[in-house]
């Protein structure tokens, strides 16, 4: 038997150092460094804002705003913080006149004055309806076509395009054809983020990836997409680079906050979930190695894990694909559904966040579903799916042990090399990040720079999902496997629904342990 490189199982592998730059698995973790470094040696950059609201959406909050204007007012009317109170009046009078330019000027002149607020309390409170207020009085469209804004759209698109032309140089691939491709993706990707950037939709959950895939879906399945365009669709290269950049965000501290709740919920759920899914893939005959992509998809956290899990078992960039496609398309009911289902019943928050958290396989649709349930019930969504990310680098080192040893002949052993081959590099890469930011930078250093990264982060996720769009068809995605993937997908995340919602109760509801404190 011989393994992917050709080499025959039981011989020694020589060291090929090209695939150090050659490789997407290896290139990704360097591009994704280098971001971070920049940023680490002091850098600074705006994302564009693709946020807005609409008159009528901005006409609906006026009472909630008159109300709180008026409150503030009074507050510090009682509390002697005359500067507060006379722009609390200035800004309920811009107020009535619904002039949103007016209302935000006005908004930004109290955020101002609560600097000079004597009592903090009545500082922080006037400090945060300023902000609240100037925010939504200025998302506007105009706002988003300024020329600032394009600018510094235009300013992303070409680090961003330069990144990706250093990648392509480095693995050999047409830098022409890249060059040509990259900026249709970019403006695809642009589109998702204005469409995504309105309040409304915003706020039921439909994401920037939920509308980058549906582009890329719609692209790929009536105009098709053009061989000149297919170079500059890189759906691992960009996705792993994003991951890359997560690790410096999923910090080990993490573990900490989370205690030892959150982690056995993850383990019990993980371990069961991956066993079901195995079991059941296997019975409907699909082969271990899209079962265990599709297993970890479905029990730790969706496309992040089905990368990993592809790359460990060097699983077929189709089935990855395929994979993928069904976590994005099912988180959709998922993350509407589930935190409407926990307000139903009158779940705790600590229940329907472990719950949510534990289930949902995208970190952005846990934290919408989460945004749904409440912000106490987001903050232990969060934190519980942070622990399950924290979980994959282990996942893909058992799982490339596990392929190199169904690789073996009986009596033959896989060498430490072969178990190398198989590992995804850019785990490592994950992994390198989360503990330079964890234990080797002060906390404050650690956010201001993840603040950017985690921005740019999204941009390389909303970039490979819009690629995955455009590498799907429909027609493949229902004929692949007689449908049977789509099949174990469904039953597995129906188990999955139903297991973590026992174990959340157990473990958050007060049941076995006191009810956490987050």
């Known amino acids: 038997k011989y393994t992917q490189k050709g080499v025959k199982m039981g011989e020694r592998q020589a060291i090929d150092w090209t695939t150090l730059w050659k490789k997407d698995d290896w290139m990704s973790v360097w591009i994704g460094f280098l971001i971070l470094i920049v940023f680490m040696a002091g850098v600074t950059f705006k994302l564009p804002s693709w946020r807005w609201m609409t008159d009528g959406a901005f006409g609906e909050k006026f009472a909630g705003f008159n109300k709180k204007v008026e409150s503030l007012g009074k507050d510090a009317e009682a509390k002697d913080e005359k500067g507060i109170q006379a722009q609390a009046v200035a800004l309920k009078t811009a107020l009535e006149s619904k002039d949103r330019k007016a209302i935000g000027d006005a908004a930004g002149k109290l955020e101002k004055s609560a600097k000079d607020a004597k009592n903090k309390d009545i500082g922080k409170k006037a400090d945060k309806l300023g902000k609240d207020i100037k925010r939504d009085a200025g998302s506007t469209i105009e706002k988003i076509m300024s020329g600032a804004n394009l600018l510094n759209a235009l300013y992303l698109l070409i680090g961003l395009w330069i990144l990706g032309l250093i990648g392509m140089a480095f693995m050999g691939m047409p830098v022409g054809k890249f060059t040509l491709g990259f900026p249709i993706i970019f403006i695809l990707s642009a589109i998702s983020f204005f ?3 309105n309040t409304t939709l915003s706020y039921y959950g439909l994401e920037v990836v939920f509308w980058a895939l549906l582009f890329g879906l719609l692209v790929s399945n009536t105009i098709g997409v053009p061989d000149w365009l297919k170079t500059a669709v890189k759906t691992e290269f960009f996705i792993k680079i994003g991951l890359v950049l997560l690790g410096a965000e999923v910090l ?7 205690g030892a709740y959150g982690m056995v919920q993850s383990i019990i759920v993980i371990g069961a979930v991956f066993y079901v899914t195995m079991w059941v893939a296997r019975k409907i005959g699909l082969d271990d190695e899209f079962a265990s992509i599709l297993g970890s998809a479905v029990s730790i956290c969706g496309v992040s894990a089905a990368i990993a899990a592809g790359g460990a078992v060097k699983g077929d960039q189709k089935k990855i694909s395929h994979t993928i496609s069904l976590v994005l398309l099912c988180a959709i009911p998922m993350l509407i559904f589930q935190p409407l289902i926990a307000k139903a019943v009158g779940m705790s928050a600590a229940v329907a966040g ?11 649709a846990v934290v919408a579903a989460g945004a749904i349930a409440g912000d106490a019930a987001m903050a232990v969504a969060v934190v519980v799916k942070m622990a399950q990310n924290v979980l994959i ?12 040893f169904k690789g073996q002949t009986t009596g033959e052993k896989p060498s430490a090399m072969e178990i190398w081959f198989r590992f995804p590099k850019f785990v490592v ?3 390198v990040a989360s503990i330079v930011f964890s234990f080797l930078m002060p906390e404050a250093s650690a956010k201001a720079v993840t603040g950017i990264t985690a921005g740019i982060r999204g941009w390389w996720f909303t970039l490979a999902f819009l690629c995955i769009g455009l590498d799907t068809k429909f027609k493949e995605l229902v004929s692949m496997g007689g449908g049977k993937p789509a099949a174990v997908f469904i039953i597995a995340q129906g188990f999955n629904v139903i297991w973590t919602l026992i174990f959340a109760y157990l473990i958050f509801g007060g049941i076995l342990f ?3 404190k987050f």
């Open 429 to 431: 890469g994950f992994i």
């Open 514 to 516: 006191p009810v956490p």
């Open 252 to 258: 080990f501290t993490t573990i900490a906050k989370v």
């Open 393 to 404: 680098g282990a996942a893909a080192f058992l799982l490339a042990i596990w392929f190199t």
């Open 195 to 197: 469409v995504a950037g």
């Open 354 to 364: 472990a719950w949510i958290g534990g289930t949902i396989d995208t970190t952005g």
